[in-house]
């Protein structure tokens, strides 16, 4: 049986989506092998680049203010997540979050069923600068 643990926060580090997270439970931190956790902070006016999670779901928790989040084919849906939302993301499914506040921080909680969370992570740098999302 594997140990039951605790992993102490406060290591942050920046995921190839451009964005910055605060270590959490994976493959690298607990052992975990089915599953990642980790929390995440968007800076005011920030946002991730477009990417999907290749064989992996997502599921966000929104703790503080409020975000939109472009997804599906040529990032044309559209969604707003405020305190207290949680969202599903399909694997697969492109997307790109982005803080709706330009003066306030947008904290998350972000699960995947990735333990090594960044390896399943395919930009798509294609769907960067679409005009909608400008």
């Given at each position: ?10 290591g942050?580090?920046?995921?190839v989506q451009?964005l910055?997270?605060f270590?959490?439970?994976s493959?690298?931190?607990a052992?975990a092998?089915g599953?990642?956790l ?7 006016g920030?946002?991730a680049r477009?990417h999907l999670?290749e064989?992996?779901e997502?599921?966000?928790y ?5 975000a939109?989040v472009?997804y599906?084919e040529?990032l044309a849906?559209?969604?707003?997540q405020h305190?207290g939302?949680?969202?599903y993301?399909?694997a697969g499914?492109p997307?790109l ?5 330009d003066?306030e ?5 972000v ?8 390896e399943?992570?395919?930009?798509l ?10």
């Amino acid at each position: 049986m594997d140990p039951v643990r605790v992993v102490s926060g406060g290591g942050r580090y920046t995921g190839v989506q451009g964005l910055s997270y605060f270590s959490g439970i994976s493959s690298e931190s607990a052992g975990a092998r089915g599953l990642c956790l980790h929390a995440l902070t968007i800076p005011p006016g920030g946002r991730a680049r477009a990417h999907l999670h290749e064989g992996h779901e997502s599921a966000i928790y929104l703790i503080s203010g409020d975000a939109v989040v472009w997804y599906g084919e040529g990032l044309a849906e559209r969604l707003e997540q405020h305190p207290g939302d949680f969202v599903y993301i399909p694997a697969g499914t492109p997307h790109l979050p982005v803080n709706a506040s330009d003066s306030e921080p947008c904290v998350a909680l972000v699960a995947r069923t990735d333990p090594n969370e960044q390896e399943s992570v395919v930009l798509l740098p294609e769907l960067d600068g679409l005009p909608h999302l400008q």
